[in-house]
């Protein structure tokens, strides 16, 4: 391949089935966010607001904040009352009755859902307060983080040649505020769309120069769209050749396209 963009190396290593796993809760979006996907999140989307960002921790399997976070990043909610639980050597508050069982040690009353609380306590954490408490400061915030899905997976469907990066449109889907406004024509964000665990380019002339997509095969993804393969579907052949179906002078893939994996011979 001629004169090659000079993110596409970036591009093809860009490891597009590796799902993003949000851990911090952003007061403003009131939603969890992936600071990977989108980094200076405050900064960025939300200049000049209160805007806090929470860390999330799984702890056994669900999901706490520590007890130092509530104190300095609350979101202004009142956390009294709630219990905390020590575990592994830190203070959690679980966000719901769920907790690791060795941390029930010393606790002999009952929260109004039948969780096990210390006696200076009223609630096993904010779930239930919130539930029980439909009023106050922040407290439809602190409902939102509760009922917040943590196990939910999202993928990396974009891709920044400015960043030279990869992200999830979910987490930040006005990449575009992240670069000056100087910058706005000398890149795009390509979309990303994934099919039977390969990433494909859909629209590729509307998205990349000739260079890379021309002679490519094209094949139509599920949505009815025409894209091109981003890398190779086959694995090599014993002998190391690349046993694909490159016919009348085309790539199966952009991959194989920078390499020069050519059967017909055209450039």
């Known amino acids: 391949m001629d004169n090659p963009p000079p993110y596409l190396d970036h591009l093809l290593a860009e490891d597009f089935a590796m799902p993003c796993i949000p851990r911090v809760f952003c007061s403003v979006c009131a939603t969890l966010i992936c600071l990977d996907c989108c980094p200076d999140h405050t900064a960025v ?10 860390e999330v921790v799984m ?11 509530v104190r300095t990043t609350g979101m202004g909610y009142d956390w009294n009352h709630i ?13 719901r009755r769920d907790r690791p069982k060795k941390s029930m040690c010393g606790m002999h009353e009952k929260c109004p859902c039948g969780c096990r609380i210390s006696p200076k306590n009223t609630f096993c954490s904010p779930s239930c307060k919130v539930a029980a408490i439909q009023r106050g400061r922040s407290w439809q915030l602190v409902q939102s983080l509760v009922n917040t899905n943590f ?13 030279r990066r990869s992200f999830s449109s979910h987490h930040c889907l006005n990449h575009i505020s992240h670069h000056p406004v100087e910058q706005e024509v000398n890149f795009v964000v390509v979309e990303i769309l994934m099919k039977e665990g390969f990433p494909f380019i859909p629209d590729p002339d509307e998205q990349l120069p000739e260079v890379i997509c021309a002679r490519v095969t094209r094949v139509i993804v599920g949505d009815g769209r025409s894209a091109i393969p981003l890398r190779t579907q ?6 190391n050749a690349h046993n694909c179906t490159c016919i009348m002078g085309e790539w199966c893939s952009v991959f194989c396209k920078r390499n020069g994996a050519l059967v017909a011979g055209a450039n």
Do not use: I
Request: hydrophobic share 35%.
């Open 83 to 95: 219990q905390r639980v020590k575990y592994d050597g830190n203070t959690w508050v679980m966000l």
């Open 59 to 69: 702890v056994e399997g669900f999901p706490a904040l520590t007890h130092r976070s």
């Open 234 to 239: 086959v694995l090599p052949s014993a002998n």
């Open 45 to 54: 989307h939300h200049p000049g607001t209160n805007a806090v960002l929470v």
């Open 151 to 163: 196990n939910q997976l999202h993928w990396r469907d974009s891709y920044c040649t400015a960043c």
